[in-house]
């Protein structure tokens, strides 16, 4: 059974920067796709972005093109974002998440994280 702890989160002026770590037990994550998706208050889950465990990383675009980027530290079993030119709409509370075959799906995932909360003020 593989558990997902996030960390990083906290409270961030707009254009600051946030990286958020998800560490692994119970499994390794190199061989899963590593997803992270957000929450916002009153909104359904977002999709932000997955790594393959080849390597392959997905984005989604539209909200977070250029500014966040995912990557894994294998040895450390660890997935990080990186968030940069954060604004007041990424707000929510960030889940990392782990699955044989997951895409932009949130329901193609197999294990999730507690979540952790960012909050950009304006």
């Known amino acids: 059974q593989v558990q997902l702890v996030e960390s990083g989160g906290g409270l961030v002026q707009a254009g600051g920067s946030l990286r958020l770590s998800c560490a692994a037990s119970g499994g390794t994550l190199s061989t899963y796709n590593m997803g992270w998706f957000r929450q916002a208050p009153g909104k359904e889950r977002e999709f932000v972005v997955r790594?393959?465990?080849?390597?392959?990383?997905?984005t989604n675009s539209d909200s977070v093109k250029g500014r966040f980027t995912i990557s894994r530290d294998n040895a450390k079993n660890t997935v990080y974002l990186q968030m940069n030119s954060l604004k007041p709409e990424d707000t929510g509370v960030y889940y990392c998440?782990?699955?044989?075959?997951?895409?932009?799906?949130?329901?193609?995932?197999?294990?999730w994280g507690q979540g952790t909360q960012v909050t950009v003020s304006s």
């Open positions: 998440a782990a699955g044989n075959s997951a895409n932009r799906d949130p329901g193609s995932y197999d294990y």
């Open positions: 790594i393959s465990r080849f390597g392959g990383i997905t």
